[in-house]
């Protein structure tokens, strides 16, 4: 069974076009996390969710909206998308608390033209 | 304020010999440090963490990682690479309390050669 797993793995759209990328994670976690890897494999943090309530906002533009229906599901909604948006993006989760472990999907390419 | 640098962003080795990558820190408070490996077209897989007590680190697929808070570093090394090991390794640094997250470096490209 696949711990965090995201969808699309690939998404390739237009410019303009709203976009969503869905996560769900199984493993009884109740933080999960938005990250985004650039073209330089830079790693970093967007949002994170504690059970339901957004807890880290990383100065992400309005047009990233993250919803979180449950603790084992964070959805990102991309709005107006631009081509600087081309990235892949990894859910992930953890345990509440310093020092636990994040784990992380397999990504999901996105690819903005 | 964290932040870590991996000062090589390019690390090639030929296999069988012995790899060193190297992280350093920066944190204003206690310290969580973690290596990541990324494969192609992969997510991050985690390959060891400090948390506390003993600085030697032992991880998955022989790697280990010493801690040392003097040099404010968490470098990783292996005795002996395999082709298999060539990817992307990631440290990263974790904050505490409610707002947790890893705070990563620039990644480290390592290519094993025959």
């Known amino acids: 069974d696949t711990a965090v797993s995201q969808t699309p793995k690939y998404l390739v759209t237009q410019m303009g076009n709203d976009k969503s990328i869905k996560c769900e994670q199984n493993?009884?976690?109740?933080?999960m996390y938005w990250y985004k890897q650039d073209s330089k494999k830079f790693l970093k943090i967007m949002f994170s969710y504690n059970n339901k309530e957004l807890i880290i906002n990383e100065t992400v533009p309005n047009r990233f909206s993250p919803k979180s229906p449950d603790k084992a599901h964070l959805n990102l909604h991309i709005n107006s998308l631009e081509l600087g948006d081309s990235a892949v993006y990894f859910c992930?989760?953890?345990?509440?608390?310093?020092?636990?472990?994040?784990?992380f999907g397999e990504g999901s390419w996105l690819t903005v033209v | 304020a964290q932040s870590v640098t991996q000062l090589d962003s390019q690390v090639p080795v030929f296999e069988e010999a012995p790899v060193e990558l190297r992280c350093n820190y920066s944190?204003?408070?206690?310290?969580?440090l973690f290596w990541y490996v990324q494969y192609p077209n992969q997510g991050l897989q985690l390959l060891l963490k400090y948390l506390s007590g003993s600085t030697l680190v032992k991880g998955i697929n022989g790697f280990e990682a010493e801690f040392n808070k003097s040099q404010t570093s968490f470098h990783l090394r292996k005795p002996s690479v395999h082709i298999s090991d060539t990817a992307e390794y990631f440290c990263?640094?974790?904050?505490?309390?409610?707002?947790?997250?890893?705070?990563f470096g620039k990644g480290t490209l390592l290519t094993v050669n025959p």
């Open positions: 944190s204003s408070v206690s310290v969580y």
């Open positions: 990263a640094v974790g904050s505490g309390g409610s707002n947790y997250k890893l705070t």
């Open positions: 493993l009884g976690h109740d933080t």
């Open positions: 992930a989760s953890s345990h509440t608390g310093g020092g636990n472990t994040i784990y």
